[in-house]
């Protein structure tokens, strides 16, 4: 198995992760079931541990780039990073929300917030990575 083909292997994870975290977080909303809430932030713990392994993925099992994949890959790197960022929190808030206040209170929309920024930045970090490997650089 060539080690180049880890790092795209690893990332789906994490954002399949997320973003059904944010389905079921944005479906507690409208059914009200802490079970729905419990899903939510389990999911988001994982997927933020994922996010971290596929940062790390990225720095060992990718080949060095010059010129303009090194500058989108110098892109990739800040909104991974900021991604991963967003997941920690949303997964601490969503944690500190559902283990001391049982999920009803206001932190519960910062939970959300921090979801929804966290799938922003993780489009941007598919978008620039799927440009270094698809547009610039081929395997």
């Not at 944010?22 to 932030?41: P, R």
């Not at 997941?87 to 001391?100: D, F, R």
Request: charged share 10%; glycine share 6%.
């Amino acid at each position: 198995m060539n080690l180049l083909h880890l790092h795209p292997m690893i990332v789906h994870f994490p954002i399949a992760l997320a973003l059904v975290a944010l389905l079921f977080d944005l479906g507690a909303y409208y059914f009200k079931k802490d079970w729905i809430n419990k899903t939510a932030v389990s999911l988001i713990v994982l997927a933020a541990l994922g996010a971290i392994i596929a940062i790390l993925s990225g720095f060992f099992f990718t080949k060095p780039v010059a010129g303009l994949a090194a500058t989108l890959r110098s892109e990739h790197i800040m909104y991974a990073i900021l991604s991963t960022v967003l997941l920690a929190v949303a997964s601490i808030v969503g944690l500190i929300a559902l283990l001391k206040y049982n999920y009803r209170t206001k932190l519960h929309y910062a939970f959300t917030l921090f979801m929804l920024l966290a799938a922003v930045c993780i489009s941007l970090t598919g978008m620039v990575g799927g440009s270094i490997v698809y547009d610039v650089w081929l395997f």
